[in-house]
């Protein structure tokens, strides 16, 4: 795997959060959910998979699981008895991501939760990463639809990276699928997928193939390569 373009970075550690309603606490505080699982994959300026990270988070708002995240992810009550607050999980995942590593998420929507949650509970969000990659806003102008936002395990099947329903939506697993991905852009192996993709996606107007070729969707890898670079000063 031949990657260039992140070599000012430690790693990249591709992150997933699994939420759940904070309730009338949370409201009380602006806070919407708290998080109550991390995972993550560290990837290296190569592309090799180099660790992982995994752990249940006790919400201190919330009371309990609320019943539709406990049947979208199979986390329950009984899980988080023993699991520690974000005020000590956190720290503990920083750690291990180390310094100098970018984040790499499936939409911005973690990066958004991880931060208001640090404000809500008073947590130093000064220690969160500053730099953000959002892959799910790059993978459709790759592909080359139109369609301006996939869902994880879409991605995954269009690319042959086989997906358990069964396993979806835990935090570790659906980050083991964006590193999958990641990697894939990475090395730019979406190329090689680009015909067999298109020849998935269903045709409505909005999800219309764009082009016959990636380079005719992104331009080529320079523009892939700007594309991330102004993704990343966006959030520096």
């Known amino acids: ?33 708290e998080v109550i699982e991390i995972g993550a994959v560290k990837v290296s300026p190569e592309g090799r998979v180099t660790g992982e990270f995994s752990q249940l988070v006790k919400p201190t708002l919330a009371k309990g699981v609320g019943g539709f995240v406990h049947h979208l992810t199979g986390i329950g009550d009984e899980d988080l008895v023993q699991a520690r607050p974000l005020a000590e999980v956190l720290p503990a995942f920083l750690a291990w991501a180390g310094p100098g590593a970018r ?43 139109s369609r301006r936002a996939v869902k994880l ?51 409505p107007s909005d999800e219309k193939p764009l082009s016959s070729s990636l380079g005719g969707a992104c331009g080529g890898l320079a523009d892939l390569l700007a594309s991330l670079r102004a993704q990343e000063l966006a959030c520096a």
């Open 1 to 33: 795997m031949n990657s260039n373009h992140n070599s000012a970075y430690a790693s990249n550690v591709v992150i997933d959060l699994e939420f759940t309603p904070a309730g009338h606490a949370g409201r009380a505080c602006k806070l919407t959910d």
């Open 103 to 145: 984040m790499v998420t499936w939409s911005q929507t973690d990066r958004f939760q991880l931060t208001h949650e640090c404000a809500a509970k008073d947590l130093d969000a000064r220690e969160l990463p500053r730099r953000w990659l959002d892959i799910q806003r790059i993978y459709p102008r790759l592909i080359g639809i």
């Open 153 to 203: 395990e879409e991605a995954a099947s269009w690319c042959g990276i086989p997906f358990e329903a069964s396993r979806a939506h835990r935090a570790l697993y659906d980050a083991q699928m964006t590193a999958e991905l990641f990697r894939m852009m990475l090395a730019g192996d979406l190329d090689a997928q680009h015909e067999v993709i298109t020849s998935q996606v269903k045709s």
